[in-house]
């Protein structure tokens, strides 16, 4: 019997090759893109899941309140916080500190020097509460030991090759020889940690043992484990008991809180200073769910759509087979069963598919997914429980219909047998042209805000610029000589010293100022970023310079005045701004300075953020040293980056260059956008792609039902426009309700994602009206050839017609 059913099965798929065609293709697609997305949303969702204490580990957060309007809060506490919880509070029974003291460690190996930024330096129990896997060493006894070292597998090979790096020693600068004692495996993807060197204790002076006791410092990233019975919220409710007792010069002005650390990767974007080097968001994950599931919908309607078309043409055979005694159940098995073969041809030809186009959704999305036959059986569940579940949603409606028809009304294929579906068919596809349409919608929308980001006015000029780190300690005592050097290259025409950069994708530093000036005696201190620069600096950056001086050359005048921006002067409330006073705060050091000049505000961050107070001081100021050179430069950048490689090398003999492109720094701040606008463009084309399928499968059909009654319109004197316009009117107001429907459902989607950016596009209704004619575009070029084709065919051979 079941082979029957499947012989059955074969033999109509093979007659209504149509059929077979659009929605083997339309589920083709959708099954492979829709476990793509699957796969790339479950990895979204499972960072830092493969550690065994996973649920009970929590990262400790500092939270600032001295501005009740703009909370602020960040990855990083004071060190003494960690052992503080262990000691007084049994709900806490463990925890690990990071600390990372500069931007990259310089050492050498047998003469030859490297250096290295991933890194951190930890606890001897960091492998008690975080599970990596040991390729060679002991995890109980690897950081046990004052300098040691544990690496990565990749990092091992790097500097090591195929020997043994076990025993292995470096000299780090300033430190003196570390010991490899341990070699793990490279971080997992969904690591929110990322490393390739983590050090046990490499500073022993007093310096270090004050530091780790010292309620003020805020240096160390803490994690700790709870117990597994313990309530977060209930030790958050302690937390005010041990300010008081450690922290009382903070009160009211700072938050202890926890995060768990499953919750780092998605809901970190408000969090500044963490140790994770990348966000995802929340918000992206169901934008990919949903898209995944759209284009299943979108097949799967169309399946719908065809099989209760077909329903007039199929409803002899039922009715026959009903007549003969075939009961409901045995109709609607083998409905399914035609259902589930082609479903599952669909799905050989998804693996194909998605064979063919992984290594390019790696590429997009930034992940190392591996998919090949080796790997198949990993996706093979998630495939099968897409097919098996495409299978019953696309064939149940289907089977059911075509089961309950009355014989003697499907023998005579009354058009009743017909109507009852036709407006569910209607429905279905406004339904899926609202899908295709919010998919258009939101293509559209992001390629404009990333359009926008590319163009905006962000005060000053980020073309042209070579950012060259500062990694020694003796450059920076003779940083005045390698800028001239800098600034003899041929093709240079301005190199500027600073901290930090516009466009900086470090950390920022930041300290409190305060001022005496403002109307009515502002005593209260606001926070603001800080950075140091040199006099050639503005013209570098082309910063302008609303009013007041530029620092000169005069070391002991700079070192005592300063420039703030537009937002300083508004937060401090300075109605006069030029010869203010302002007191700056940073860890003890505490200084009062002039306020030289007002430079025009400038987006020294991304535009995901707004603009905030900044304090321009200069280069030998006491809070930050100088970090960068920067060089302008016109011409050929090879030969640029070739000469400054070259006086690097005469006063930096232990650091390669390290340097970068600042526009193509920037362009990091929105790698997450790019990637989800491409995505979407693909999301959105694979939907037009399918829908447009399911349409012209669904107007041959719906012509093929009107082949007499065109005929005869024709004999009747309508034209060829005539039969056009009325076959594809239908869908035209289908398409238009669709659109009615669709547009404010992106409107909402658009406007939450666009909450990410404190600078963005307006959702103008240009964005939406070209989404419709694109949509209506796309069902008129599906409908149209199918159209043409039955207005232009002759009316004898359509009135002969049975």
């Known amino acids: 019997m079941i082979k029957n059913y499947f012989k059955s099965a074969f033999r109509t798929l093979v007659k209504n090759k149509t059929f077979t065609l659009v929605n083997i293709l339309g589920l083709a697609i959708g099954i492979s893109f829709s476990a793509m997305l699957y796969v790339y949303v479950s990895n979204e969702l499972s960072y ?323 998919f090949s036959i080796a790997t198949l059986q990993t996706y093979l569940p998630t495939l099968l429980a897409i097919s098996i579940t495409i299978g019953l949603m696309s064939g149940s409606y289907p089977a059911f219909y075509l089961a309950t028809l009355k014989p003697i009304t499907a023998i005579r294929q009354n058009e009743s047998a017909g109507k009852e579906s036709f407006n569910l068919r209607k429905v279905l596809v406004v339904f899926q042209f609202v899908l295709t349409i919010v998919m258009i919608v939101c293509t559209l929308a992001i390629g404009n805000q990333l359009n926008f980001i590319q163009t905006k006015d962000i005060g000053f000029n980020k073309e042209q610029l070579i950012v060259i780190d500062i990694n020694n300690g003796n450059v920076r005592q003779q940083f005045q000589v390698m800028k001239n050097e800098f600034a003899n290259i041929p093709g240079v025409s301005h190199v500027g010293v600073s901290s930090r950069v516009p466009g900086e994708w470090k950390n920022i530093t930041e300290l409190y100022v305060t001022s005496n000036d403002a109307p009515g005696g502002n005593s209260d201190s606001i926070r603001a970023y800080f950075m140091g620069f040199d006099q050639d600096m503005l013209a570098t950056y082309e910063i302008s310079l609303k009013s007041g001086k530029n620092f000169s050359s005069n070391q002991q005048v700079d070192s005592t005045t300063v420039l703030i921006n537009e937002s300083a002067v508004k937060t401090l409330g300075l109605a006069n701004p030029l010869g203010a006073a302002i007191n700056l705060r940073k860890d003890g050091i505490l200084i009062q300075v002039t306020i030289a000049g007002v430079l025009e505000d400038f987006n020294f961050q991304s535009l995901h953020r707004k603009i905030e107070p900044i304090i321009i001081g200069s280069w030998n100021n006491p809070f930050y040293p100088v970090d960068y050179f920067t060089l302008k430069f016109n011409g050929d950048p090879e030969k640029v980056i070739k000469e400054a490689t070259r006086v690097h090398a005469l006063f930096d003999e232990q650091s390669p260059i390290e340097y970068h492109f600042l526009n193509e720094q920037m362009k990091m701040f929105y790698v997450a956008e790019r990637r989800v606008g491409l995505l979407f463009i693909i999301g959105a084309c694979l939907s037009v792609l399918v829908a447009g399928l399911g349409l012209y499968g669904l107007a041959t059909y719906y012509i093929e039902r009107r082949t007499k009654e065109l005929g005869i319109r024709k004999v009747l004197g309508a034209s060829g426009v005539d039969l056009f316009l009325l076959l594809s009117s239908s869908f035209t107001k289908q398409v238009g309700l669709a659109f009615l429907i669709g547009s404010p459902i992106a409107y909402l989607i658009m406007d939450k994602w666009l909450e990410a950016f404190e600078y963005k596009i307006i959702l103008h209704p240009g964005i939406f009206i070209l989404a419709g004619l694109i949509a209506l575009a796309i069902a008129m070029g599906t409908i149209s050839y199918r159209s043409i084709k039955a207005a232009r065919a002759n009316p004898v051979n359509s009135l002969k017609q049975e």
């Open 48 to 370: 830092d899941d493969f550690h065994s204490k996973s649920d009970n580990i929590y990262r400790v957060l500092t939270i600032d309140k001295r501005n009740p309007e703009s909370r602020r809060t960040y990855g990083i506490t004071v060190p003494p916080m960690g052992p503080a919880l262990v000691a007084g509070y049994p709900e806490v029974v463990d925890m690990v500190r990071l600390f990372q003291f500069s931007g990259q460690v310089v050492f050498e190996i047998d003469g030859e020097h490297f250096q290295e930024r991933n890194w951190f330096s930890t606890d001897p129990n960091f492998f008690n509460v975080f599970d990596f896997d040991f390729i060679q060493g002991d995890k109980t006894t690897a950081l046990k030991d004052p300098f040691s070292l544990v690496i990565t597998e990749s990092t091992a090979r790097k500097y090591f090759g195929d020997e043994n790096p076990l025993g292995k020693t470096l000299v780090l600068s300033y430190i003196g020889d570390v010991k490899v004692t341990g070699v793990i495996k490279d971080m997992p993807d969904n690591s929110h940690l990322k490393f390739n060197m983590l050090f046990s204790n490499i500073r022993t002076d007093d310096a270090w043992k004050n530091l780790l006791n010292d309620w003020n410092s805020f240096d160390a990233y803490t994690y700790i484990e709870i117990d597994k019975n313990a309530v977060i919220a209930e030790l958050k409710s302690k937390m005010p008991a041990l300010q008081e007792k450690h922290m009382g010069q903070y009160e009211n002005k700072l938050e202890v809180d926890f995060q768990s650390i499953k919750d780092i990767y998605l809901a970190s974007d408000h969090i500044e200073a963490g140790t994770e080097t990348a966000h995802g968001q929340v918000i992206y994950v169901y934008i990919f769910a949903s898209m995944g599931v759209f284009l299943l919908i979108i097949a799967s309607i169309n399946y719908i759509n065809l099989a209760t078309a077909k329903a007039l043409i199929r409803s002899k055979e039922v009715g026959i087979r009903k007549t003969i005694g075939a009961f409901k159940s045995q109709l609607v098995t083998q409905f399914l069963i035609e259902s589930f073969v082609l479903t599952f041809i669909a799905l050989i030809l998804a693996i194909g598919i998605m064979d063919l186009v992984f290594p390019y959704f790696n590429l997009i999305t930034g992940k190392e997914f591996n």
